[in-house]
């Protein structure tokens, strides 16, 4: 069952962006990972959210797929990069709609 991850991103220290784009993609394609979305300025337009600079959406073949990616030793330092570099709040959830349902 296909999983999605979707994580808010507001960058205060761009200068571990570059390096973390390069290598990032790497691990999580080794479970699978695929980045589907990524926004530019992003707008509520219902509810009184905190609105991110940036959103981003990934696929994954399961939710566990997900904790193995963000669990990765591999994928540790990089990880300590981004929370130096920004706050980040991260979702997951695997899709529940049947397709007679779409």
């Known amino acids: 069952m296909t999983a999605y991850m979707v994580v808010t991103l507001d960058v205060h220290d761009p200068s571990w962006v570059k390096d973390y784009m390069a290598a ?3 691990i ?3 479970y699978g990972g695929k980045r ?11 509810g009184e959210a905190p609105v991110p600079k940036t959103m981003i959406l990934f696929t994954f073949p399961t939710e566990q797929a997900i904790h193995d990616f963000l669990a990765d030793p591999a994928y540790a330092p ?5 929370l130096n570099g920004a706050s980040t709040t991260i979702w997951t959830f695997e899709n529940k709609l049947r397709p007679d349902q779409r």
């Open 78 to 82: 990089w990880k300590k990069q981004r």
């Open 36 to 46: 589907i979305a990524s926004s530019g300025p992003v707008s509520v337009v219902e």
């Open 28 to 30: 999580y394609e080794v």
């Open 24 to 26: 990032v993609p790497d």
